[in-house]
């Protein structure tokens, strides 16, 4: 990569070795452990203790929908509460 400008190198291997580092290669949520990447979090989900992290992908969430693994019950927007000049999310 070339980190002066912040862009890929030139070379389509520079970018497959790139692409490969960004999707694949794993790091550590917490700790030392390197137990995530980047397409798990994104595409398969994966979750922390209990709880649900990552799964941004719309047709897994679909899939899983269907399944009956869950329900989505649509979006709900967070209350923006205006505190001195600053906008707080509730």
Not at 29 to 58: A, K, L, P
Not at 80 to 87: H, P, R
Request: charged share 20%.
């Amino acid at each position: 990569m070339c980190y002066s400008t912040g862009y890929v190198g030139v070379s389509l291997a520079e970018f497959d070795t790139l692409l490969r580092q960004i999707w694949f290669e794993f790091y550590p949520r917490h700790g030392q452990t390197r137990d995530s990447c980047g397409f798990e979090h994104v595409f398969v989900g994966e979750t922390d203790t209990s709880e649900v992290i990552g799964f941004h992908n719309w047709i897994q969430f679909h899939l899983q929908e269907q399944k009956g693994n869950l329900d989505y019950r649509g979006y709900i927007f967070s209350k923006q509460v205006f505190v001195k000049k600053k906008i707080v999310k509730v």
